[in-house]
């Protein structure tokens, strides 16, 4: 059956963009649907965050062209935008008081043979991040931008799917991949329900620069209404994620910027020399979100779409692009063996590979989150002996570096830095290490409908 594509990705966010350069390289061709303009979502103003990317999150970022333009600059010796995580100095205290001298601390070194040397991970700005996915997307003729575009209808059969936008015109694909976020309107429309649950707390975001270096440090450090991490970006700079409870959190958004400058100071102390924000002030409503199922038919959730956690450890970002690696991998299998890219069988491998890694790592954080954020003595008391035995037992010290740097598990091919490219782009060769991954085919609720064929135009929009 001749589809206008082998692959739609709706939402060309972080992960879409990232699965849908692996696909493209792995020779599928891809329309990403996005609601929004891409120069919009270019703008400096788009997201105030920065994302602590794993190594091997890291690894297909080179893998995929796009690491290039994030540390090219530093082959000339002046500036770059990933910022290494060479330590991570996790501790517990109270705001303006002196933390609790027993902490846990990571350092790359300590694993420097599992790591190739290089450090835990690195901390890149979303705008920065997203620059660079946009370029390479640019490069590859097999990818299609549809933006701004809004999605009226998906309709799938037994040979295809089709997305129906609101002028009523069409696409058509074997395999739709929804990464269109948090609130997912292809996972609604799917019928996918969510189980979630809040954090009753917020995330303030922003963006200091610091008198004294950094030394390539991450401090985590857990106060009573959430934790407070300081991430090193390039230079005297860092990324800020004060968490608080909503209400507290909405004052701190409130106050004019001498008395935020102050507030946050009081929770740096004055290990950094005077601090100072650089940066708009950003504000996230956190909670937990985990789809009940990341497949529907001829459909498969990825990124923030499938499980939504809390920045507790970082990872959000670090999953959805293991999404997009396996994703990538098993449809490169698929059609070496002349299957069709949305047959059930094939899904259901995807989420054999990524829903039980990604359902402990969300509830990992959850526990964390709880153990960390409150201030009851004996649980305090508990939490800080636990840091420092964790800080005493060199193997599991070293269990938790190597989760932080992503290279517990069963890795897609990408995140250990084998490109497609390199492979011969079309993927046709079987990649050698796929297991097999049970399921079979599934019938999904929802009401996407299903019909028989339509003819497909394509609709308007920008097309990089
Ligand atoms: C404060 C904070 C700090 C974080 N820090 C880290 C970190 O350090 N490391 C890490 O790994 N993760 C981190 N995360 C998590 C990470 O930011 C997210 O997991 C990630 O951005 C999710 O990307 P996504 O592409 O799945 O979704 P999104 O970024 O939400 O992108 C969704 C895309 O879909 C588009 N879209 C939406 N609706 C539609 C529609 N109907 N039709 C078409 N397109 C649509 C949107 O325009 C957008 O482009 C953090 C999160 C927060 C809140």
Redesign the pocket.
């Known amino acids: 059956m001749k589809t206008d594509f082998d692959i739609l990705v709706?939402?060309?966010?972080?992960?879409?963009?990232?699965a849908a350069l692996a696909c493209a390289q792995a020779g599928f061709r891809i329309g990403v649907?996005?609601?929004?303009k891409p120069s919009a979502?270019l703008a400096a103003h788009h997201?105030g965050?920065?994302?602590?990317?794993?190594v091997a999150?890291f690894r297909m970022m080179r893998a995929l062209g796009v690491a290039d333009a994030l540390i090219e600059k530093k082959v000339r010796g002046d500036d770059t935008h990933a910022g290494p995580i060479r330590k991570i100095l996790v501790s517990d205290g109270q705001a303006g008081a002196t933390p609790s001298p027993l902490t846990l601390f990571f350092d790359s070194a300590q694993i420097a043979d599992a790591n190739d040397g290089e450090p835990l991970g690195y901390?890149v700005e979303?705008r920065r991040m997203r620059h660079a996915l946009h370029a390479e997307a640019k490069k590859c003729e097999n990818i299609t931008w549809i933006?701004p575009?809004?999605?009226k209808d998906i309709i799938a059969d037994d040979a295809k799917t089709t997305i129906v936008f609101d002028d009523d015109k069409t696409l058509s694909a074997s395999l739709l991949v929804a990464?269109?976020?948090?609130?997912?309107?292809?996972r609604r429309k799917a019928g996918i329900g969510v189980m979630s649950w809040p954090c009753h707390q917020k995330?303030i975001?922003t963006t200091v620069e610091h008198e004294l270096p950094h030394g390539d440090i991450a401090h985590e450090l857990f106060l009573p209404a959430g934790p407070f991490a300081i991430?090193p970006l390039t230079g005297n700079r860092a990324s800020i994620?004060w968490t608080e409870t909503p209400r507290a959190a909405d004052a701190a958004m409130a106050l004019d910027d001498e008395s935020f400058a102050a507030e946050l100071s009081r929770r740096f102390g004055d290990f950094l020399g005077w601090v100072k924000p650089i940066a708009p002030r950003?504000c996230?409503p956190?909670s937990f979100q985990h789809a009940k199922t990341y497949v529907g038919e001829r459909l498969v959730l990825?990124?923030?779409?499938a499980h939504?956690?809390h920045?507790i450890a970082?990872?959000?970002?670090?999953?959805?692009?293991r999404d997009g690696a396996a994703l990538a991998e098993i449809l490169v299998q698929a059609r070496a063996e002349g299957r069709d890219l949305g047959d059930g069988f094939v899904l259901a491998q995807f989420e054999a590979w990524r829903k039980f890694d990604n359902t402990a790592l969300t509830l990992a954080c959850d526990m964390f989150n709880r153990l960390f954020s409150n201030n009851i003595a004996p649980v305090k008391h508990a939490r800080r002996i636990g840091l420092s035995v964790v800080d005493k037992l060199p193997p599991v010290r070293q269990f938790f570096m190597k989760e932080a740097s992503g290279q517990i598990g069963d890795l897609p091919p990408l995140l250990r830095g084998e490109a497609y490219k390199r492979r011969g782009g079309s993927g046709s060769e079987r990649p050698g290490n796929i297991k097999r991954r049970g399921g079979s085919g599934s019938e999904r609720p929802g009401n996407i409908k299903r019909r028989g064929g339509s003819g497909s135009d394509r609709p308007g929009g920008v097309v990089l």
């Open positions: 709706v939402g060309g966010g972080l992960v879409g963009l990232t649907v996005d609601i929004e979502q997201d965050r920065a994302s602590a990317i794993s999150s901390m979303n933006a575009a809004r999605i990464a269109d976020g948090r609130n997912s309107f292809v995330a975001v991430l994620v950003w996230y956190l990825v990124g923030d779409a939504a956690i920045p970082g990872q959000g970002f670090n999953m959805g692009m």
